[in-house]
């Protein structure tokens, strides 16, 4: 079941492209790669530029703008939470740091950010009248958010003190021991250790994968837009994969995920 209408705390809920130079010419790239439309919101302008991204009509993936000179374009991963203050106090007594404390988005709920003691940076959402993405696990939409860290113990550490996870261990032939992230029975992400996978100045990060039907057309649309690859595309137990900076410079990854994949996607 794809579409969405509330989310668990401790589920990644939302995804954002932050600090795009150019939101036009990121709708046509993202239009072209995974069906969006990336209109003006009504209450855009209050929000600093904000806009919501829609596949079918439905909220997918929110886009803001350069907000400073300098401002890299990234993709930042938000996850729900019951109560963002709360959230925070754990967060600190982990070893995080607080980027930005809560704040409350018009009713819509509260966002905050934070710094895992990995440096990996990871949003909350506190769900208000908003909850969070409506479309998920589907083509054109995220299904996965992957930390990529140089110190898998203490990020397990970390986010099973602020969210409860757990990780499972599977090994991946050729990539070595995948990290699950799990809350019960429930599956929130992945975790990899870039030691030697990443140049030594890559920091510690989250990746957000887009679910595409074909990995290696979207590697091309990619680069005639003028992005890079980045790794792949590679085959792996559950699907086909690649890393890509889209053309403003936003590291993501797509997967063309197996129809078993599919079947069991949340």
Same mark, same amino acid.
């Given at each position: 079941?794809?579409?969405?209408?509330?989310?668990?705390?401790?589920?990644?809920?939302?995804?954002?492209l932050?600090?795009?130079?150019?939101?036009?010419?990121?709708?046509?790239?993202?239009?072209?790669?995974?069906?969006?439309?990336?209109?003006?919101?009504?209450?855009?302008?209050?929000?600093?530029?904000y806009?919501?991204?829609?596949?079918?009509?439905?909220?997918?993936?929110?886009v803001?703008?350069?907000?400073?000179?300098?401002?890299?374009?990234?993709?930042?991963?938000?996850?729900?939470?019951?109560?963002?203050?709360?959230?925070?106090?754990?967060?600190r007594?982990?070893?995080?740091?607080?980027?930005v404390? /809560?704040?409350?988005?018009?009713?819509?709920?509260?966002?905050?950010?934070?710094?895992?003691?990995?440096?990996?940076?990871?949003?909350?959402?506190? /769900?208000?009248?908003?909850?969070?993405?409506?479309?998920?696990?589907?083509?054109?939409?995220?299904?996965?958010?992957?930390?990529?860290?140089?110190?898998?113990?203490?990020?397990?550490?970390?986010?099973?003190?602020?969210?409860?996870?757990?990780?499972?261990?599977?090994?991946?032939?050729?990539?070595?021991?995948?990290?699950?992230?799990?809350d019960?029975?429930?599956?929130?992400?992945?975790?990899?250790?870039?030691?030697?996978?990443?140049?030594?100045?890559?920091?510690?990060s989250?990746?957000?994968?887009?679910t595409?039907?074909?990995?290696?057309?979207?590697?091309?649309?990619?680069?005639?837009?003028?992005?890079q690859?980045?790794?792949?595309?590679?085959?792996?137990?559950?699907?086909?994969?690649?890393?890509?900076?889209?053309?403003?410079?936003?590291?993501?990854?797509?997967?063309?995920?197996?129809?078993?994949?599919?079947?069991?996607? /949340?």
């Amino acid at each position: 079941m794809s579409e969405r209408t509330s989310y668990e705390p401790g589920t990644p809920c939302w995804v954002e492209l932050g600090g795009t130079p150019d939101i036009e010419a990121s709708e046509r790239y993202y239009r072209e790669l995974l069906g969006w439309e990336i209109p003006e919101q009504p209450n855009s302008a209050e929000l600093g530029g904000y806009r919501r991204a829609k596949l079918n009509g439905k909220d997918v993936a929110g886009v803001s703008p350069q907000m400073e000179e300098n401002q890299p374009c990234h993709w930042a991963t938000y996850v729900s939470v019951a109560d963002a203050d709360a959230t925070l106090v754990a967060v600190r007594d982990a070893g995080g740091q607080v980027i930005v404390e /809560p704040l409350d988005v018009m009713g819509m709920g509260k966002m905050a950010v934070f710094a895992d003691p990995t440096g990996a940076v990871c949003g909350i959402w506190e /769900p208000g009248t908003f909850v969070g993405a409506e479309l998920v696990n589907e083509d054109g939409t995220f299904g996965w958010n992957e930390l990529g860290t140089r110190d898998v113990p203490a990020a397990r550490e970390f986010y099973g003190k602020v969210f409860g996870w757990t990780v499972e261990e599977q090994e991946i032939p050729g990539m070595g021991t995948y990290h699950i992230w799990k809350d019960g029975e429930h599956t929130r992400g992945g975790m990899m250790d870039i030691t030697g996978m990443a140049p030594d100045e890559t920091p510690s990060s989250w990746l957000v994968y887009f679910t595409v039907p074909d990995a290696d057309a979207a590697v091309e649309t990619t680069k005639a837009a003028g992005g890079q690859l980045v790794n792949g595309p590679a085959d792996i137990p559950v699907g086909r994969l690649a890393v890509l900076t889209d053309p403003q410079g936003a590291f993501f990854a797509v997967m063309a995920p197996t129809d078993e994949t599919r079947e069991n996607a /949340p």
